[in-house]
């Protein structure tokens, strides 16, 4: 059974502070997708990385790729209380087609 | 349309009712995938279609629920004889493509099935 484990599970910080949330797998993926999950909402997506080494940046949120396609990270620069919310990465291993989820994030920012 | 619609938002149903749930993807997408959300915010993957073909139904229970998507029509996902385990958020999701590559999926707002 191919798993996709993401880490933490939970994590409640202070506002300003930096935090990085972990995907990963022992099989490669074709793609690695990240969304952001509001309560009572669908996942929205944030980015999709495809290219081993991938880096890509959205304002504070940094996503990488690892250069073997089977993890991933996100790292969030100095947190704001709007980034709380449920942090999901989700990928396609290669030859698959469903996206498999990982257990997500609960991000907490306090001000 | 311009994002994956699904109906009705909340959905009541007693224990041995049937439960149908619609998802009308984005214009254009030729897969759909239905998720199941319980509680502790794990993503079940369920079934997908490649237009009105099952392609990986590998997620779906055998029995009770059942699913299509009709040329012309919403998608449907339809659970017989409702149980309370069923109670949960189901997403709909499509994608352009469901191979390899860039294949991002869009999900809806999801419909929140309580089973009393």
């Known amino acids: 059974t191919q798993l996709l484990e993401q880490s933490p599970q939970f994590l409640s910080i202070q506002e300003g502070e930096n935090l990085t949330v972990y995907c990963n797998s022992s099989?490669?993926?074709?793609?690695l997708q990240w969304y952001r999950q509001e309560p009572g909402e669908g996942p929205v997506l944030l980015v999709t990385v495809v290219t081993g080494g991938e880096v890509k940046k959205l304002k504070r949120l940094t996503f990488q790729f690892g250069d073997a396609r089977k993890d991933s990270s996100l790292h969030i620069t100095a947190a704001q209380p709007g980034d709380t919310g449920l942090y999901l990465c989700?990928?396609?291993?290669?030859?698959?087609?469903?996206?498999?989820f990982g257990a997500g994030t609960i991000l907490r920012v306090k001000s | 349309g311009e994002e994956v619609a699904q109906t009705p938002k909340h959905l009541v149903r007693g224990e041995g009712q049937k439960a149908k749930l619609y998802c009308a993807p984005i214009k254009g997408h030729s897969y759909v995938f239905w998720y199941q959300q319980v509680l502790k915010n794990e993503f079940k993957f369920l079934i997908s279609?490649?237009?009105?073909?099952?392609?990986?139904e590998t997620g779906m229970p055998k029995e009770r629920f059942s699913a299509k998507c009709l040329p012309n029509s919403p998608c449907s996902l339809e659970i017989q004889a409702t149980k309370l385990e069923d109670s949960a958020v189901y997403f709909c999701a499509s994608s352009q493509w469901g191979g390899q590559g860039r294949t991002e999926a869009f999900f809806g707002q999801g419909t929140r099935l309580t089973v009393v």
């Open positions: 989700a990928g396609r291993w290669e030859g698959g087609n469903k996206l498999v």
């Open positions: 279609f490649q237009n009105e073909n099952v392609f990986d």
């Open positions: 099989s490669v993926f074709s793609s």
